[in-house]
């Protein structure tokens, strides 16, 4: 992928067009030929490209690498005129702007990297005509006048690229992504095609209303993935890293993406590695020349395993990725998915591991009390403020609030419209509609941890459960014969041993029961069987040994409460499971959880993230009192000023303080700072220490 610096000058000027013609929807192959040299057409992009060239609006759902990018490049050539693409990351849009110019097609861009004289060339570019693609970046339209400019010389087409970037039920909500609507309203009736890979039904709808696509044509497709296999193996932290490099050392298993909950971990992970792999690794922490370096290299085959945080991924196109690790739970089965879809791209067998507990869960929802503020501390804070503007400062000690925990909630309120904050962020007061909002949105946050856990705990197909988390339209939903529940025998991590003589008359009662009375819910048949004398935990591993001995088995289940609907399973036996003797019992084999290999050492920070350099939090006055501080408040200003934005959104006021407190000589001791980001540095990095040289 391509890099580009923020003063970035180079202009891939496009050749001028032959004035076009449009091409019939029923038409489109030889233009699929003569423009991108594919013979054929992918599994679905006919029927998505011919919708999309007769005007209609679509809505494209389907998985990372399905080649979705075509259903709006090829379209806008079929309908002779510039396409507008709004994707949300700089280098993805350089990627693609690069692939398209390569094919001989007119592709320019406008981004916060690009700089002013660029853009304005680009924009001349596309009001001549000269574009077949003009790609921008979604924030683009908070500039005064962008929208207008665009609607002088209206696009055919106006493609959304990762569209969950829209829904703030997607695991990657932009606010900027937000406000796209009232942009876009100007170039209506111009069709759009909002496409991304990560959609449920839930985000579905909330695109669809966003883009007000209440007509659009819905393609939902291909999730299903035939040559993964999936494995969930529950295993303590501890245990975690000697699994994986176990794993590793097997060459059928590389290349390999190892995912790790945090920054730290990743690194500790990549030097674990490194020792027997070529292996390096990749976070948001890390500038993004070394990231590409990294990439380059997995790419080209030069690294074997790449261990990394969900900074690595989006735009990831390697063929060959034999195993995807997880070495914790992640955050929501939508971000799962799309990690472990990296896997055999080239369509040979694949492996996805999860390597999970309950305590990364808790971990999980420790961030979720962090990230999400108490509603009562945020109405309070609504009620703070007032018509007019008033300063952070003020409203901070009013309220007596943190900086950093003012900082949240002044974005919470920003977000849903609540608080209005300008480039100097003096806060005032929106309308009240953020309460309802915020809430649904922290529920859905709880609601997919519940669900990832959800899906770690069911005993069903793996596969299965996450094509219908995604409601494939046209799946068969048939077992995918992989998974360690469709076939328990090629586990490499799972291990099992024969029952205990407790175990086998624990297993024997559950079976006993289950002729008496079967259907019971799990539950139930725990507490009617074994209360007290048995760890429900436990019990879930034999019932668990059962089900995959396809003794027993799981059906969905659900009732209605206080207006709720609550699932749950139900246990029925088999017809194996009615007949089985008590040496078929003595010779099920039972699922061994490993457990801690080393005793909790009582300083471990929690949920183990890496801990930056940290600076106590500063009071509101204190921040404004150094000559460095002044300095930095009045370049973040201007930068806020020039971006149309608050100026929590350069930085927050801790990490503002961090900096002017150790004064940072060079980027990487920049990077080590509270706060600071690899974006942060890319983007202003320069700035910041030029200002720290000067002050
Ligand atoms: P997505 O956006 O769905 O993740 P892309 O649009 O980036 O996927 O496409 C993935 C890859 O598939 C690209 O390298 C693209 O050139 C290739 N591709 C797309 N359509 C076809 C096709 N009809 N025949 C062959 N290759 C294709
Ligand atoms: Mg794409």
Known sequence: MTTVTPDSTDTRRPSPRPPQQVTPPENLRPLLLQHFGFETFRPYQEAVCQAVTSGQDVLLVMPTGAGKSLCYQLPGLARAGTTLVISPLIALMEDQVSKLCNLGLAADRIHSGRNRLASRATCVAYLDGQLD??????????????????????????AVDEAHCISQWGHDFRPDYRMLREHLVYLRPVPIVALTATATPTVQDDIATQLELAD???FIHGFRRDNIAIELVEMPPSARPETALKLLADTANRPAIVYAPTRKKAQELAELFSTRFATDVYHAGIRSQKRDDVQGRFLSGQLDVVVATIAFGMGIDKANVRTVIHMALP?????????????????QP??????????DRRT????????????????????????????????????????????????????????????????SRGPDAWEKPYLAQLAHRRSQIEQISRYTQDRGCHMLYLVRHFGDQEDPGTPCGLCDTCDSDSCVVTQTSLPSVTQTRHLSRILFELRRHD?????????QLFGDDLARKDFEVLLGSLCRARLVQEQDASFEKEGRHIAYKRIFLTPDGRDASDDTIKNVPVVIIPTSQKKRSPKRSRGGRSKPVAVSAPSCKQLLDTP?????VNWRLTEARRRQVPAFRIMTNRTLTAIAISRPRSEDALLALYGVGATLVDRHGKDILQLMQST
């Open 628 to 632: 460095v501080a002044r300095a930095l």
């Open 364 to 427: 999980h929802e420790f961030f979720v009390t962090r990230d999400y503020p108490d509603v009562a501390v945020i109405r309070r804070t609504y009620h703070a403020l007032e018509e007019q503007p008033q300063t952070k400062a003020s409203l901070g000690q009013k309220l007596q609030l943190e900086p950093d925990v003012l900082d949240t909630i002044l974005e919470k309120l920003w977000i849903h419209g609540a608080a209005r904050i300008d480039p100097q962020e003096n806060a």
């Open 350 to 359: 694949s492996r996805a591991i999860l390597l999970h507990s309950w305590a």
């Open 519 to 527: 259907g019971p819910s799990a539950g139930r048949l725990y507490t």
């Open 216 to 218: 659009a044509k819905r």
């Open 331 to 347: 955050g929501s089965v939508e971000a799962y998915y799309q990690e472990i879809g990296r896997a055999g791209r080239d369509g």
């Open 133 to 158: 693609y003009l790609f921008v970046a979604p924030e683009r339209f908070s500039v005064p006048g962008f929208s207008s400019m665009l609607a002088k010389r209206r696009p055919v087409l106006i």
